[in-house]
């Protein structure tokens, strides 16, 4: 267990829905990364957060957005979905900011788009 | 482009059949590779990271090295529990770090 927790686990939508993905980072932990995974792709770097600030965007489509809260939770939003947003969406943590050292991911949400 | 490159796709071993993983990369500026292991609807977990050219980290039966261009990571006497997919990630800097993922080695260690 890392410590970081993802909620829902599971989630099925229809295209041009919007969802809302929700991470928990480590105790102590003031960066969050969100990253796509799908199986021709492999993991893609979408966003990090630090202490409530975005710190870098990697491949985050304009239809996504993500934000951190005040206790470090983080949400990431996709909307007007569409069949190929299906994937797994992982969050992880980490305690540093601009260095980009470990990271420990949560379990993920895998979504559905229909 | 920063790029990373994993072979096999995909390796079958028997049990206690030692073998190695590779990791190349061609990035402009390398600050770092990380391996990690991931297990079928899990997140992915961390197992090393590597700086320098030369650079050694073992763990039970495994063992990641470092040079220039790749890294390995070896897997001495595998046991069925050593089945994952095995990651590579390259921290680059692009105006900010992030980290470069391949699409991984899948393992499948057989009693």
């Known amino acids: 267990d890392s410590g970081v927790t993802q909620t829902p686990k599971h989630l099925i939508t229809a295209t041009g829905q919007r969802v809302t993905l929700r991470c928990s980072p480590r105790?102590?932990?003031?960066?969050v990364y969100w990253y796509q995974q799908s199986l021709d792709q492999g993991l893609q770097f979408l966003i990090q957060?630090?202490?409530?600030?975005?710190?870098a965007k990697g491949n985050i489509l304009e239809r996504f957005s993500a934000q951190q809260f005040p206790d470090l939770h983080s949400e990431l939003n996709l909307s007007s979905l569409e069949l190929g947003d299906s994937a797994l969406y992982f969050c992880?943590?980490?305690?540093?900011?601009?260095?980009?050292?470990?990271?420990?991911f949560g379990p993920g949400t895998r979504l559905t788009v229909l | 482009e920063d790029q990373v490159t994993q072979s096999p796709e995909a390796l079958r071993l028997q049990e206690g059949e030692s073998s190695s993983l590779n990791c190349s990369y061609t990035?402009?500026?390398?600050?770092?590779l990380f391996w990690y292991r991931q297990d079928p609807g899990k997140g992915p977990e961390f197992l090393f990271t590597l700086y320098s050219a030369g650079e050694e980290k073992e763990k039970e039966r495994l063992k990641a090295t470092l040079t220039k261009k790749e890294s390995f990571l070896h897997i001495t006497a595998p046991k069925p529990e050593d089945s994952a997919t095995y990651l590579c990630a390259v921290r680059v800097n692009t105006g900010f770090q992030k980290l470069v993922f391949g699409t991984g080695t899948r393992l499948l260690v057989s009693p």
């Open positions: 990035v402009s500026g390398l600050r770092g």
């Open positions: 957060y630090y202490n409530g600030e975005e710190r």
């Open positions: 105790s102590g932990d003031l960066s």
């Open positions: 992880a943590s980490s305690v540093a900011g601009v260095e980009v050292n470990e990271q420990f």
